[in-house]
């Protein structure tokens, strides 16, 4: 039966009763009296010099208070990065300055260039179209490759080129990776993009500033991950505010997937306004902004190479890859090609040699950075890519050459220096192969070839490594941040919890699966646990919610801040019981002196530790409140298998996904309908990625998919039916839960898989592809069987399943 309470129950989320009902308080619902509007004057060219910027009319316009430009912020620092890159020949990367206003050019379509503050939002909009910019156009480069090139226009006039750094790992492994090649009785060889995303929330972001002359307090309300990193860069790096008069406020977040990790300009310029103007400024991005202002996710190109002997076994991968940072460095940027990505380049397989390298390229587009994954989709689609092509030139099963290079022995060392503690990779894939009936997939197949379809069968292996860690390792990484997390729990008299944690909820649902942690440690019923998130005022310095940490992380400082009250109610209760703390025991939230029947309930024991009366105060200070500090020993490594049935029409390259099997080890599970409904996420953000969704720039770096009438999200009849399991468990061993991220696995593991499928289906028509670039549009797939290759690599409009211009312009079905 499952249980009804604590750690492996499923009750129900406790936020999503305030948000169903209409009663949940978002940044863009916090309206400070005397408030002022900001808009921003942002570029319509990708690259240009800035001779001047006019903004007497808008100046002299109602309502307007104070315009805005670059000039205001002489002496204010540029939005710093969070993380640096060392190259091949170790030499630091190159880091431009990232102004809050353009100065000097602008770099990219969005780049804001003026704000103009004023009573209303409309009429600092009217005052903004009302800005006169002189610009010359310079050439934009928008290919990264071309953007390498000799003589190429560059981005930043101070820098030597547009190449950011030239990273190479492991570098001591570089001439035996090439050796190994060399001798390999086959290679298999492929060339392949990972598309540029948005990340789309379902909130844009918002940002208001406040400022109090009295104290010379600074708070800024925003729609933020991780809000004391924010306080952290923004105060000490980019406004020069010491960090006890600012305060960040993240309140409830209507998703992130990343993008709202990042320090933005928008979030200092409210805050810098907010002083100079000794008012608060409310900035509400629209969604037409949204696309040219949030950072974007992926775009990698990549050529990698695998190496097998003439016993299918692996023996050496080697990738080279390209990676867009766009025009400045955002906050982790630098990391996720890197240290997110190449660490991750052996999957679950026992390769003994492995070399990635990677360039990190500015161009004149929108800044690249942490998107669902960061880094662990990437080396997975390339890997995943790899094998099962690897198997189709074979000959051979495509899961039986998986399994055959599995890891089956744990701890395990990688090649790229991490170390695996635990996995189960062939209990995945059998419970996988279960799940999907594999045996009855040929009868499948028929079936849809009566009608004219042609189906296909994809699977996918993964790992990823989630909870970054630890900050001793990463520090000599690049990191420029400590990775820990932190938890107060704070005992009232009456024995009800407030538990203040540094990790942000944006959706995962961490105030249901937190307090059922601690409720179930000390035995008490969960609504006596109020979990308290996103103000830096209330809870103790933090790194925030991302890369699946925060129950990891996040959990194991709560757990180890609880372990604490424990003890100390344990004594308490000791000397209320005249028994050593030794000797008691806590169970469903009754204290007993062991082998004896003295009990004392819980909140017995926490009146007494505010009312002072039966035990020493000079052995025992009164109060029952801890603060503990969690940095892990290493990553957690959640790992899978997927699959996937697609069918295609020939007639008009149309993919259809009909199922979609998940099964994934996450250790421990707190909360297994928290922990689908993760999955679920992920897979239909994968979905999108491999069919649907294309952030797309012209030659002249004009963004192509600028609205929801040209990025095609995915809707409900996209996807299928989810069969997800996380039955598979192999417990972390070096966090207390026990516990593995979940949140990110779904959109690692199904690009791949519906590549895969896609792949299969064709070849069983006869129609041997051997690849095609995400998004798999009916134009491209139709034109792949057509035997011709629609430009795969340079940019191209976002396409859905409908026919768009591009679709067109390769000649695929009208």
Not at 273 to 289: H, I
Not at 290 to 311: C, N, P, Q, W, Y
Not at 632 to 658: H, I, M, Q, R, S
Not at 745 to 751: L, Y
Request: proline share 5%; net charge negative; glycine share 10%.
């Amino acid at each position: 039966m499952p249980k009804d309470t604590g750690i492996g129950a499923s009750p129900k989320r406790r936020e999503d009763v305030r948000f169903l009902t209409g009663k949940g308080r978002y940044t863009d619902d916090i309206n400070v009296a005397g408030q002022a509007h900001v808009v921003f004057l942002r570029s319509d060219l990708a690259h240009g010099t800035i001779n001047g910027i006019d903004t007497s009319a808008a100046e002299a316009m109602d309502g307007v208070i104070r315009v805005f430009t670059a000039a205001d912020f002489d002496g204010v620092g540029g939005i710093p990065c969070g993380w640096q890159i060392t190259d091949r020949q170790g030499n630091p990367m190159q880091e431009p300055k990232h102004p809050i206003l353009a100065e000097g050019k602008v770099r990219h379509v969005g780049d804001p260039i003026a704000a103009v503050v004023a009573e209303t939002a409309s009429q600092a909009r009217d005052a903004a179209e009302a800005i006169v910019p002189d610009i010359s156009e310079l050439p934009a480069v928008i290919d990264m490759k071309k953007a390498v090139a000799e003589g190429a226009p560059k981005v930043h006039d101070d820098l030597t080129s547009n190449l950011c750094y030239d990273w190479g790992f492991v570098e001591e492994n570089r001439d035996a990776v090439d050796q190994a090649i060399k001798d390999a009785a086959h290679v298999t060889t492929l060339e392949l993009v990972n598309n540029r995303l948005v990340a789309n929330p379902m909130e844009p972001r918002v940002a208001v500033g406040d400022y109090s002359g009295h104290d010379d307090h600074s708070t800024l309300y925003t729609t933020s991950q991780n809000p004391h990193v924010i306080r952290l860069l923004m105060g000490a790096f980019v406004l020069g505010i010491p960090e006890h008069k600012l305060r960040v406020v993240a309140p409830d977040v209507g998703g992130g997937f990343g993008t709202k990790i990042f320090h933005y300009a928008e979030e200092a310029f409210c805050t810098f306004a907010a002083k100079q103007l000794e008012r608060p400024v409310k900035w509400t991005s629209s969604r037409s902004e949204a696309f040219m202002s949030d950072a974007h996710g992926r775009d990698h190109v990549t050529k990698i190479e695998l190496a097998l002997d003439a016993d299918h076994n692996f023996t050496a991968i080697r990738t080279e890859t390209y990676a867009n940072m766009g025009a400045y460095l955002s906050t982790f940027a630098p990391s996720v090609p890197t240290w997110l990505h190449g660490t991750l380049m052996a999957g679950n397989y026992k390769t003994p040699l492995v070399y990635v390298n990677v360039k990190a390229v500015f161009t004149n587009t929108v800044p690249v950075d942490a998107y669902r994954g960061a880094g662990r989709p990437e080396a997975t689609f390339q890997l995943e890519r790899v094998v099962d092509k690897a198997a189709r030139e074979l000959g051979v099963d495509p899961v039986e050459l998986r399994r055959k290079n599995f890891v089956t022995e744990f701890p395990y060392q990688t090649p790229v220096a991490v170390e695996y503690d635990t996995g189960d990779y062939n209990a995945t894939m059998d419970k996988l192969v279960e799940m999907i009936d594999r045996d009855g997939f040929e009868a499948r197949r028929k079936e849809s070839e009566s009608r004219g379809k042609l189906r296909g069968l994809g699977v996918n292996s993964y790992i990823e490594a989630c909870g970054i860690a630890p900050s001793s390792l990463v520090g000599q990484l690049g990191a420029r941040a400590g990775l820990y997390e932190s938890a107060t729990v704070r005992v009232n008299a009456t024995g009800g919890l407030v538990v203040m944690t540094g990790s942000h909820s944006h959706g995962q649902g961490h105030e249901t699966s937190f307090a059922q942690v601690v409720a179930d440690m000390i035995g008490i019923a969960e609504d006596q646990v109020e979990i308290v998130h996103g103000d830096t005022d209330r809870s103790p310095m933090g790194m925030g919610t991302y890369g699946s940490r925060s129950l990891a992380v996040g959990g194991s400082a709560m757990v180890r801040a609880t372990e604490k009250i424990i003890a100390k109610a344990k004594k308490i209760a000791g000397h209320i019981l005249e028994a050593g703390d030794e000797d008691i025991e806590l169970k469903d939230g009754t204290f007993t002196v062991a082998g004896t029947d003295k009990t004392l309930a819980w909140g017995d024991v926490t009146l007494a530790a505010y009312v002072p009366h039966n035990y020493p105060l000079e052995d025992l200070e009164p109060g029952l409140e801890e603060t503990a500090f969690y940095d892990p020993n290493n990553f957690t490594y959640p790992a899978g298998a997927y699959a996937c049935e697609v069918e295609v029409d020939p007639e008009t390259g149309k993919v259809e996904v009909l199922a979609f099997a998940a099964a994934d080890d996450f250790g421990n599970v707190v909360n297994p309908m928290i922990v689908e409904g993760q999955v679920h996420g992920g897979l239909a953000q994968g979905i999108g990625q491999a069919l649907l969704e294309n952030c797309a720039y012209d030659e002249n770096g004009q963004l192509l998919s600028a609205s929801y009438m040209d990025y095609a999200m995915p809707r409900a009849h996209d996807l299928p039916m989810f069969q997800v399991d996380h039955s598979c468990q192999t417990p972390c061993t070096h966090n207390p839960l026990g516990v593995k991220g979940c949140g990110e696995a779904g959109a690692i593991g199904s690009p791949p898989s519906i590549v895969n499928g896609v792949i299969d289906a064709l070849a069983s028509g006869g129609f041997d592809v051997g690849h095609i670039d995400m998004p798999l549009t009916p134009a491209r797939v139709w034109h792949a069987m057509q035997g011709g290759a629609p430009n795969q690599g340079a940019a191209q409009p976002a396409a859905g399943s409908d026919n768009t211009a591009y679709d067109r312009s390769v000649g695929g079905p009208a």
